[in-house]
């Protein structure tokens, strides 16, 4: 399941999921043997969505991959939507190439067009290799490169009209008085006709009431685009949304024309998003939801389990997000790259704050300094904002995690990022995350600062990290930064499910509880930091890369493990979050 309410009443979608036809490809010979034509016949059935390297004897395969299946479609325009695959994808509809992209975190939707109504052949080829120069990311990060379509595929079919885009914006007034806030919106759609002339109508409902329309003028003949612009429609008495009251709003565009003959209004498409009303700012060192004071009280989570992959199944997300908040947390970053869609229902549901970034991972200068790098993170960003921009539970993007922000290429490389992030979405503070807070060039590019940093654990002792607040407290006074707030965005210790010991020793469970009983009640108590968020929630595979360094393969920090037991961290880390204020 993709998302968690009906986008859909009028447009016929179908789910494409199931058993495709499956070939690996490691010597690249599927393009010159035309594969997309004739898929080879000794190909192996695999379950979409799903990783192939849950499937026995793929562990280790990284490189391209075949996948085929057959649909039907009564009309000639189609999008076909790939919610989720890693790395690179090309799609091809009987036997012709019709679209290609990179970077499958946030999806692709392929229009294609002028199909005749009936059974066509989909082959797509997906590539998770990775280099050290110009991959996002790149070969050695700290997850495993699952490959496949890890996420739904959805048909989509069109009719001689639709709703392309749309964008809702909102101002909100009266914030500080109770249940008196009005929203302000402006909402922004382009229609676009492939064969549809006359005069149609696009509407806008508010949980299923008109809050407004516009007519449409379709010129005959070719393709034609629309734009519509709806400013200053007030709703008042909004219900916010927030933490503990996640308020939603169901706004629904619909598409529709009038026949002459009958009267009978025909509606061409339709479309539905949910919203939240909410305001996130940063004021005077802290951060503020709907103009209180809040902290944030968080875990990283990667969306992986050792069966699935990044192909978490829905209850899974649900248990996560339950274990979450039982342990007083009301806030989730989706390291390293943006979530599924579902999941982020889950969190505008359930209330919980979410940063969101891209997979871009401890790129060192020389990959910085590759110019497909800015070109492939500038569009990373892109399509994350366009496709969860509407989602009230996000309230931070985070521009990149641990690049060599010592660098003059790191600087280039943020401002860019800052800049189109801050042009697509004016709403949201920004932030990202450093491993090199001392000798960082970037911070005042952006809006939190947010540590990566592990005393105690890779290197000296876990009391450091009071030393360390102190000098970095005092570098941002000199660089005229000491308003910004201070998130610690990753601090956490490894420990195997399991190992419980007398002495302190690295790797056993009493060693995690008694680090992060140290540091977090530290952090909770700085009045200057005003999120934390604890390096990890659950224990995940890592890459080949850093095996050696990592026992069983896996990132072992988690507080509960790869099956969602939990460590003895887990307790120590609840009774601190659940005392603490919000
Ligand atoms: C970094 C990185 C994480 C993880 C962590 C660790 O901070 O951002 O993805 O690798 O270190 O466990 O060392």
């Known amino acids: 399941?993709?998302?968690?309410?009906?986008?859909?009443?009028?447009?016929?979608?179908?789910?494409?999921?199931?058993?495709?036809?499956?070939?690996?490809?490691?010597?690249?010979?599927?393009?010159?043997?035309?594969?997309?034509?004739?898929?080879?016949?000794?190909?192996?059935?695999?379950?979409?969505?799903?990783?192939?390297?849950?499937?026995?004897?793929?562990?280790?395969?990284?490189?391209?991959?075949?996948?085929?299946?057959?649909?039907?479609?009564?009309?000639?325009?189609?999008?076909?939507?790939?919610?989720?695959?890693?790395?690179?994808?090309?799609?091809?509809?009987?036997?012709?190439?019709?679209?290609?992209?990179?970077?499958?975190?946030?999806?692709?939707?392929?229009?294609?067009?002028?199909?005749?109504?009936?059974?066509?052949?989909?082959?797509?080829?997906?590539?998770?290799?990775?280099n050290d120069t110009n991959t996002i990311p790149l070969s050695r990060v700290d997850w495993f490169h699952y490959g496949g379509l890890f996420r739904s595929v959805e048909l989509m079919e069109l009719d001689a009209a639709w709703i392309k885009d749309y964008r809702i914006d909102y101002t909100l007034d009266g914030l500080d008085t109770p249940n008196q806030a009005?929203?302000?919106?402006?909402?922004?759609?382009?229609?676009?006709?492939?064969?549809?002339?006359?005069?149609?109508?696009?509407?806008?409902?508010?949980?299923?009431?008109?809050?407004?329309?516009?007519?449409?003028?379709?010129?005959?003949?070719?393709s034609s685009e629309v734009p519509l612009r709806f400013a200053g429609l007030s709703v008042p008495g909004v219900k916010l949304w927030e933490p503990?009251?996640?308020?939603?709003?169901?706004?629904?565009?619909?598409?529709?024309?009038?026949?002459?003959?009958?009267?009978?209004?025909?509606?061409?498409?339709?479309?539905?998003?949910?919203?939240?009303?909410?305001?996130?700012?940063?004021?005077?060192?802290?951060?503020?939801?709907?103009?209180?004071?809040?902290?944030?009280?968080?875990?990283?989570?990667?969306?992986?389990?050792?069966?699935?992959?990044?192909?978490?199944?829905?209850?899974?997300?649900?248990?996560?997000?339950?274990?979450?908040?039982?342990?007083?947390?009301?806030?989730?970053?989706?390291?390293?790259?943006p979530n599924s869609p579902a999941f982020l229902d889950l969190l505008d549901q359930e209330g919980i704050l979410f940063w969101e970034e891209i997979p871009m991972w401890g790129f060192p200068e020389h990959a910085l300094e590759d110019p497909l790098t800015l070109e492939r993170g500038l569009s990373m960003h892109e399509q994350m904002i366009k496709r969860d921009y509407h989602h009230p539970s996000i309230i931070v993007w985070g521009l990149h995690n641990e690049i060599d922000t010592r660098t003059q290429a790191a600087y280039k490389v943020t401002k860019a990022f800052a800049e189109t992030v801050r042009r697509l979405d004016a709403t949201r503070p920004i932030t990202y995350a450093t491993m090199h807070p001392l000798e960082d060039t970037c911070l005042s590019l952006v809006d939190l600062i947010s540590i990566n940093k592990y005393f105690g654990w890779y290197q000296g002792k876990m009391e450091d990290w009071q030393e360390f607040l102190h000098t970095f407290k005092a570098k941002l006074e000199k660089e005229g930064l000491s308003g910004r707030p201070i998130i610690v965005s990753e601090f956490g210790a490894g420990a195997l499910y399991g190992e419980n010991t007398f002495e302190e020793q690295k790797w056993s469970e009493n060693f995690q509880a008694k680090y992060l009983d140290y540091t977090l009640k530290l952090f909770l108590n700085d009045p200057e930091v005003v999120g934390t968020y604890i390096w990890q929630y659950c224990d995940i595979r890592t890459a080949r890369e850093l095996e050696l360094s990592r026992p069983r393969s896996f990132n072992n920090k988690g507080i509960v493990d790869e099956y969602r037991k939990p460590k003895q961290a887990y307790w120590t880390v609840r009774k601190l979050y659940t005392e603490a204020q919000s």
Request: aromatic share 10%.
């Open 182 to 222: 009005a929203a302000a919106l402006e909402i922004n759609v382009t229609v676009q006709s492939f064969s549809a002339s006359g005069t149609h109508e696009l509407r806008v409902y508010l949980d299923d009431r008109l809050l407004a329309a516009q007519p449409v003028e379709f010129g005959t003949g070719s």
């Open 244 to 337: 503990g009251d996640p308020n939603l709003y169901l706004a629904r565009f619909e598409l529709a024309k009038a026949s002459a003959e009958s009267g009978i209004e025909d509606v061409v498409d339709d479309i539905a998003e949910r919203i939240g009303f909410r305001a996130i700012t940063v004021r005077h060192g802290q951060l503020l939801l709907n103009n209180k004071v809040i902290r944030l009280k968080g875990v990283n989570r990667h969306e992986e389990h050792p069966d699935w992959g990044f192909a978490v199944p829905l209850k899974l997300m649900k248990k996560d997000i339950d274990i979450i908040k039982n342990l007083g947390c009301n806030a989730v970053r989706g390291s390293h790259y």
């Open 1 to 130: 399941m993709n998302r968690l309410y009906q986008r859909h009443k009028h447009r016929k979608v179908t789910n494409l999921d199931g058993f495709w036809q499956f070939k690996t490809d490691p010597g690249q010979v599927g393009e010159k043997e035309k594969w997309y034509q004739d898929f080879p016949k000794d190909s192996q059935l695999i379950l979409v969505p799903g990783c192939w390297n849950n499937e026995l004897g793929l562990y280790h395969y990284e490189g391209a991959a075949w996948y085929r299946r057959e649909f039907e479609t009564e009309k000639s325009e189609i999008i076909l939507v790939f919610h989720g695959f890693y790395g690179s994808i090309k799609v091809y509809v009987d036997g012709k190439e019709v679209g290609s992209h990179y970077g499958g975190f946030a999806g692709y939707q392929c229009l294609v067009d002028g199909l005749a109504p009936g059974g066509h052949s989909l082959v797509v080829v997906t590539d998770n290799t990775h």
